[in-house]
């Protein structure tokens, strides 16, 4: 499992990829601090402890997106932290309110880590209900930023291979 939160941060764009998501993304090169650095740093070296703790801090003190996002996903996967649907929407709520400006995503990264955040939502157990409340609240704000929908399922499907236009509980 600690593969999990080590590849959440290790996306990689092929230069194709960064070209088909030039309409999604503000920036193309991910906007991280050196405090998110060290986050990454410590998934990489395999603390993860030490990881998810930087994350929180960093998340807290500088409202960065992709620190509320590892939190999100790993308080939803339940590995390192507490399983808790409620405390993942709350940081799902700030991942997406400071990691998405008007039509688009602040960076690359972030778009990486929510499509991984939304499959594993698909996939998951949990019941239908929650499902569609973690989902619904991405793409209320989607829309609410003015995301083209269209081109964000068109990079979810190239990146998963799922159609969201073909997900219950994203179509509700």
């Known amino acids: 499992m600690q593969k999990a939160v080590i590849n959440l941060l290790q996306n990689t764009n092929t230069k194709d990829d960064n070209q088909h998501k030039n309409k999604l993304v503000k920036y193309s090169k991910p906007q991280n601090s050196l405090t998110f650095a060290a986050v990454e740093d410590a998934a ?4 993860i402890k030490k990881c998810l703790e930087l994350a929180k801090t960093v998340a807290e003190n500088e409202h960065h ?9 790993e308080h ?3 590995t390192f ?4 649907v409620d405390t993942s929407k709350k940081y799902l709520i700030n991942a997406l309110f ?3 400006v008007e039509t688009q995503f602040c960076d690359d990264d972030f778009l990486e880590d929510l499509c991984d955040y939304i499959k594993f939502i698909i996939k998951s157990k949990y019941s239908k209900n929650n499902k569609q409340t973690l989902l619904s609240t991405i793409k209320k704000a989607l829309e609410a930023k003015s995301i083209d929908l269209k081109a964000f399922n068109d990079e979810f499907k190239k990146k998963h291979k ?4 073909t997900v219950a509980e994203w179509n509700i």
């Open 162 to 165: 799922i159609d969201l236009s």
């Open 65 to 73: 997106p992709r620190a509320y996002i590892v939190l999100a996903f």
């Open 76 to 78: 939803i996967r339940g």
């Open 44 to 47: 990489f070296k395999g603390d």
């Open 81 to 84: 932290l507490d399983k808790n």
């Open 98 to 100: 400071y990691g998405l």
